[in-house]
């Protein structure tokens, strides 16, 4: 049974930055798109980035290109979401996610395993 597990999230403040780790056991990542999602209090959950199975295709949400980036390494069963300049509204549960396919989409339907999910907490 695959197993995905979110590590780094916490609190900071305002501009601060986060990595967050997302290892996947008793599977393998490196046939599949890989992906970051958020849910934040009161909203639904929301689309952060994505990267296909061998990183050469990544996707950012408007809001957090040039301050995020997905990265992986398929050998560790690992993906990476760097987060810089960090606002208050990005205060959420953090999600990893596996896709189905060797690609990877901004769509959360097309993703079947997912983590428990990390806070990351911005104070302003």
Same mark, same amino acid.
């Given at each position: 049974?695959?197993?995905? %597990?979110?590590?780094?999230?916490?609190?900071?403040?305002?501009?601060?930055?986060?990595r967050?780790?997302?290892?996947?056991?008793?599977?393998?990542?490196?046939?599949?798109?890989?992906?970051?999602?958020?849910?934040?209090?009161?909203?639904?959950?929301?689309?952060?980035?994505?990267?296909?199975?061998?990183?050469?295709? %990544?996707e950012?949400?408007?809001?957090v290109?040039?301050?995020? %980036?997905?990265?992986?390494?398929?050998?560790?069963?690992?993906?990476?979401?760097?987060?810089?300049?960090?606002?208050?509204?990005?205060?959420?549960?953090?999600?990893?996610?596996?896709?189905?396919?060797?690609?990877?989409?901004?769509?959360?339907?097309?993703?079947?395993?997912?983590?428990?999910?990390?806070?990351?907490?911005?104070?302003?």
């Amino acid at each position: 049974q695959v197993r995905l %597990t979110e590590s780094g999230g916490g609190l900071v403040q305002a501009g601060d930055s986060l990595r967050l780790s997302c290892a996947v056991l008793g599977g393998s990542i490196t046939n599949y798109g890989m992906g970051w999602f958020r849910q934040a209090p009161e909203k639904e959950r929301e689309f952060v980035a994505s990267i296909d199975a061998n990183g050469g295709t %990544t996707e950012y949400v408007d809001s957090v290109k040039g301050r995020f %980036t997905i990265s992986r390494d398929n050998a560790k069963s690992t993906i990476w979401l760097q987060m810089d300049a960090l606002r208050s509204e990005d205060t959420a549960i953090y999600y990893c996610a596996r896709h189905d396919h060797y690609s990877s989409s901004p769509y959360s339907y097309g993703y079947r395993d997912w983590g428990q999910g990390t806070q990351v907490t911005v104070s302003s």
